[in-house]
């Protein structure tokens, strides 16, 4: 029985959250498929701030339990992720949600470079979430 996909979680790096912005929604129109991106579908008025440099990223000021629990519920609320993960784009996130993402027992589909395309954590939550690694 194959399954229709029609709602995923986009993990990224936020530093490239501009780009990936674009990528989501042609690959929505193209689909038919709901990404929901964090950056952009969720309660995140945080991002206003650090676009509008009154808040740094990392800053204590950020309500950190909300971004989590908020991207968690979004997590859950998805069939599984994609997540993109680029060298030179660092992101602890993202590697944690693909984790609570294989912990919940729904796919993950990981968008990578190539080089990276055979890290074992990867290929481990790719392969045990029944998802895969394109690049």
């Given at each position: 029985m194959t399954m229709t996909i029609k709602k995923l979680y986009?993990?990224?790096p936020l530093v490239i959250r501009h780009e990936i912005r674009e990528?989501?929604?042609?690959?929505?129109?193209?689909?038919?498929?709901?990404?929901?991106?964090?950056?952009?579908?969720?309660?995140?008025?945080?991002?206003k701030d650090i676009d509008a440099g009154t808040v740094q990223r990392f800053?204590?000021?950020?309500?950190y339990?909300?971004?989590?629990?908020?991207?968690?519920?979004?997590?859950?609320?998805?069939?599984?992720?994609?997540?993109?993960v680029r060298k030179g784009a660092i992101s602890i996130g993202t590697p944690m949600e693909m984790w609570?993402?294989?912990?919940?027992?729904?796919?993950?589909?990981?968008?990578c470079?190539?080089?990276l395309k055979g890290h074992p954590w990867l290929r481990y939550v790719a392969e045990a979430s029944g998802g895969f690694i394109v690049s």
């Open positions: 986009l993990a990224h990528q989501e929604l042609a690959f929505e129109a193209r689909t038919g498929i709901e990404l929901v991106n964090p950056f952009y579908d969720t309660e995140r008025d945080d991002i800053s204590g000021a950020l309500d339990r909300a971004i989590v629990e908020n991207d968690l519920a979004a997590i859950d609320g998805s069939q599984g992720i994609v997540a993109v609570h993402t294989l912990r919940t027992g729904k796919i993950i589909m990981a968008v470079n190539d080089e």
